[in-house]
């Protein structure tokens, strides 16, 4: 047997839209093989109409799965035999124990009746399997997000999983255990579960991957081997997936950067010192410790970190308190000392805070995308209380034209748009309300690489307009290929400042990974 | 995930700086059917339950023999439903930030008790009392807005203590008596009409004015609206279906409007109704409060985190919603013409469902208050239809829970048909 499945030119037409037209897909045994494509490309679809989501009949081609054709009539039906889906968004039960969400719909039982020993001494196996070190007992809204990935992968090996689908697994993960998932992927393919990685992450393709198949506008473009293998003996450079998935060359993965000439060019814009916020429940712990930073009017500055280094936590205590405890520090904006403590008031003080999380705490995912442009500087639009709709929209079309943001119109569903698209209207809303001073907290994670230029060239934008950037974010290329000076921040504090021309990967790496409670800088 | 696609697909393969007034050709283009079908789609709720009140409407029009559209029963459904279509608009302000409010029939029972005590006990003159209730509600508004804004209680929680509270602070108020009777101007809240005089003979001159000014406000404001569209370049009707639309608006005003005149003129209620209809209608639509509302709704963390002052916007919603709770309940103790302690059991549920049938979502963020006034209406011409018919209150019961499950029921149905 040559192959554990191959789709056959699949075609899935929504009324009006072709998602995917024939597209075909081979996975061979034992191999990771990963898809990759620009959000929209059709990989999501492609993995509904494998697990029967998207039930047999719905869509054209076919599907053979261990040489055999399928017709999937539901999710159980390609479960049962042995290809899981794990979703981006995990699909766990928070205040039920790791055991019982292993063994969820598919309970240990005996005339419906559960037999918990049987139960924890199977969860406890498996969790040996993806090494999960924890109680069987532990609920899973108390572990991180990493080992309830594990979790959803204990899952799928209690149902006997002989084809593994992960949608984006590491989207949500700090490096470490990005690693060890992948590194565990690895290991269920010694033990003979192929695996379908969709992933945005270049690297990581190439790092675990033997194969990957690109995808653009529902079409496949092409399936080139990752690793060098008789037949295929080509190694693929990032370059050339990233090609594959644009089509077309990037020079460059970022625009080059315009310089800000106005009379105050150099100016302190933003300057926080001495900033320190304690952990909203338990607080004795200080989750930012003493940090003090500042970044000048037409410049764009880096803040690196590994997940939990508090760089989120700092820019939302900073705008407004809207995360934990405040315990000192102040923050001067243009030279003045500003009155942050409510949302408003930073607002009013010229500062603007476009969230990591647009899902939870940036957009209203059921109104309209000029609604959700217009939220933070209504006042603007507004004739004595009464909101200007006309204006309104004007200003949203302006922010779609000039960001391309890829909607029908402006009164379109901002949930229907995809990720990219999402970010550019977070953007627009803070852009719009005019501010001195951007903390751009992850502008770019989930988004693909066409829309992430757009989002760099918009940020790059402000930047030339005199504003004051402050970039958040956990790729190592973005803040070098954009910034003008990067902090770095580890467990709370500030490790390191390092200007562009100093730093690489492997310096800002480091400052990162340094004991912080030394603080030496 | 469709759409996702369907949209990334309308630009030129990926390529950026697409050209803008290419695709806003294109739009235009087959504009004016898609546009049409867009609105009508994303308003489905509301136009269909508009469409199911006209059916509702003519099918016991013809059960009853023509008696349900005589110009006195017309007269009773506004009166009978006033104070249930008061309570919908309020209650639709409160289910769209995110909330519920299940004291409002006790509140209404409670300041209807507080009134006939003003009047009765006290010798309050009508106009003082009617005040002293208003301030009353926004005061109990006040209390639960407090508990459910800036202590953080969940609204199920807090209304429900409040529905305890006041209907047995109901009780205590009357000590288990009803408390009658009432001026003659109180009454006239709720079952008076405006005054007669001018010189039509077979209708009433004043409501026939009032009509004829609505339609002018109406046909400038369609008018103004589509000037303005055009002004800013964007999509305005095709001029037929433009003068379609203006014609049927048109046409059920002075219908209407001439079923009133035929009759006593305009009930004082119809007035206030509209009134609060057109003020809150126009906040909710308009105003910046009424927009951080929707987006507390949509998204409580993402509207704080763009400067929405959530705690005080809640407070208000609740202070208003009061408010219209002691107004209700003043127009039914007028109605009745005593303040009892079994006034408004009920209501609470009632104006729910009128929300609910008239588009609001459990989950808060969507719905309108005409959507509000539509679903009680729909309620109210089946309770009215099917008296006049003979059907017992048993059954009645029974068939108005089916309409309320059948119309959230059909909304579900329709996203889902539209989303996958």
């Known amino acids: 047997m040559s192959s554990v499945l191959e789709m056959r030119s699949i075609t899935k037409t929504f009324p009006g839209v072709r998602a995917l037209s024939g597209v075909d897909l081979t996975v061979r045994p034992k191999e990771i093989h990963a898809v990759c494509g620009e959000n929209g490309a059709g990989k999501s679809t492609l993995m509904k109409v494998l697990s029967g989501v998207h039930p047999h009949g719905s869509y054209e081609g076919e599907i053979l799965f261990e040489g055999e054709p399928c017709a999937f009539r539901d999710i159980r039906a390609s479960e049962r035999r042995g290809i899981v889906i794990i979703h981006q968004e995990l699909a766990l039960v928070p205040y039920l124990s790791i055991a019982e969400n292993i063994f969820l719909g598919n309970e240990h039982a005996l005339r419906g009746v559960v037999r918990w020993g049987e139960t924890v001494r199977r969860a406890a196996e498996l969790m040996r399997r993806v090494g999960l070190r924890e109680s069987p007992h532990t609920r899973v809204a108390d572990i991180g997000v990493g080992k309830q990935q594990l979790v959803e992968i204990a899952k799928a090996l209690a149902k006997r999983v002989r084809l593994l689908i992960l949608d984006e697994p590491t989207a949500a993960l700090n490096d470490e255990d990005s690693a060890k998932l992948l590194g565990l992927i690895g290991e269920l393919r010694s033990q003979g579960v192929a695996c379908v990685l969709i992933s945005h992450k270049l690297g990581e393709i190439r790092e675990v991957a033997d194969t990957v198949t690109v995808l653009r506008d529902g079409r496949t473009v092409e399936t080139l081997a990752v690793r060098p293998s008789p037949g295929a003996p080509a190694e693929v450079s990032e ?8 089509g077309r060359d990037l020079d460059s993965r970022f625009p080059p950067r315009t ?27 200080k989750v930012v410790d003493g940090v003090s930073l500042n970044v000048r009017r037409g410049e764009i500055v880096g803040l690196a970190g590994l997940m939990g280094a508090g760089r989120t936590e700092l820019a939302m205590s900073v705008f407004g308190r809207s995360y934990g405890l405040y315990a000192g520090g102040t923050v001067r904006i243009d030279g003045r000392e500003a009155d942050t403590r409510t949302v408003p008031g930073a607002v009013a003080r010229g500062l603007a805070y476009v969230t990591e999380d647009r899902k939870t705490y940036g957009l209203n995912l059921i109104d309209t995308v000029s609604r959700n442009i217009s939220l933070a500087s209504l006042p603007k639009l507004t004739r004595a209380g009464v909101v200007d709709e006309h ?46 001073v951007l903390i751009l907290d992850e502008p770019t994670r989930g988004v693909d690489v066409g829309a992430k230029y757009e989002i760099y060239t918009a940020v790059d934008r402000l930047a030339a307009q005199g504003r004051a950037v402050l970039l958040i974010s956990s790729e190592l290329p973005e803040l070098l290929g954009m910034c003008d000076r990067i902090y770095t921040m580890a467990a709370g504090r500030l490790t390191g400042e390092v200007a562009r021309e100093e730093a690489d990967q492997e310096v800002l790496m480091r400052h990162m990974t340094r004991d912080g409670s030394r603080g030496d800088r | 995930m469709t759409t ?11 390529g950026p700086g697409r050209p803008a007034g290419g695709a806003r050709g294109g739009r235009g283009g087959s504009g004016a059917g898609a546009l049409l079908l867009r609105t009508v789609r994303a308003n489905m709720r509301q136009y269909g339950m508009l469409v199911a009140l006209a059916l509702i409407v003519v099918l016991f029009q013809i059960w009853t023999d023509g008696n349900l559209l005589k110009p006195v029963n017309v007269s009773n459904i506004v009166q009978q439903n006033s104070y249930i279509l008061i309570l919908a608009m309020g209650m639709m302000i409160v289910i769209i930030a995110g909330h519920i409010d299940l004291s409002v029939g006790s509140l209404a029972a409670f300041v209807g008790a507080a009134a006939a005590v003003l009047m009765v006990h006290h010798d309050f003159s009508w106009p003082a009392a009617l005040a002293c209730s208003l301030l009353i509600g926004a005061a109990a508004g006040a ?20 529905m305890l509270l006041f209907r047995g602070g109901t009780q205590i108020l009357l000590e288990g008596q009803s408390l009658a009777p009432f001026p003659r101007g109180f009454q006239n809240i709720s079952q008076g009409f405006l005054p007669e005089g001018g010189p039509l003979d077979n209708y009433h001159d004043l409501t026939v004015l009032i009509g004829v000014v609505v339609v002018a406000v109406v046909l400038f404001q369609e008018w103004r609206g589509r000037r303005r569209q055009r002004e800013y370049e964007l999509e305005v009707l095709p001029l037929s279906l433009f003068v379609l639309k203006c014609v049927a608006i048109v046409a059920a005003v002075v219908a209407f409007t001439l079923t009133l005149a035929s009759h006593r003129g305009v009930p004082v209620v119809l007035l206030i109704m509209c009134g609060i209809l057109i003020g809150l209608g126009f906040v909710m639509r308009n105003a910046v409060v009424g927009r951080h509302v929707y987006a507390l709704g949509g998204n409580r963390a993402a509207a704080r985190l763009s400067g929405v002052k959530d705690r005080r916007v809640t407070f208000w919603v609740f202070v208003n919603m009061g408010v219209l709770a002691a107004l209700a309940g003043c127009v039914y103790a007028a109605r009745l013409n005593a303040g009892t302690p079994q006034a408004g059991i009920n209501f609470e549920l009632e104006a729910i469902a009128a929300a609910f049938i008239g588009g609001a979502s459990m989950s808060g963020g969507v719905g309108t208050v005409l959507g509000a006034v539509i679903g009680g209406l729909v309620l109210g011409v089946l309770n009215n239809g099917m008296s006049l018919v003979g059907i017992g209150t048993d059954y009645q019961q029974v ?22």
């Open chain 2, 143 to 162: 209390w639960q807005g407090f508990w459910i804004a800036y202590v953080g209680i969940p609204s199920f929680i807090v209304t429900l203590a409040g």
């Open chain 2, 399 to 420: 068939i108005k829970g089916l309409v309320l499950l059948a119309a959230v029921g059909f909304d579900v149905w329709n996203k889902r048909k539209v989303g996958s």
């Open chain 2, 4 to 14: 996702e696609e369907s949209v990334a697909r309308k630009g030129p393969a990926g």
């Open chain 1, 239 to 246: 370059d050339r997936i990233i090609r594959g998935m644009v």
């Open chain 1, 391 to 436: 204006r309104e929209r004007r200003v949203a079309e302006g922010y779609r034209d000039s960001m391309n943001i890829k909607t029908p119109t402006v009164s379109e569903q901002v949930g229907r748009l995809s990720g990219g698209n999402q970010q550019k209207v977070v953007l627009g809303r803070w852009v719009h309300a005019d501010p001195e």
């Open chain 1, 259 to 285: 310089r800000y000439r106005g009379p105050d060019a150099g100016r302190v814009a933003l300057e926080i010192s001495g900033w320190t916020v304690r952990h909203p429940v338990d607080h004795r712990r």
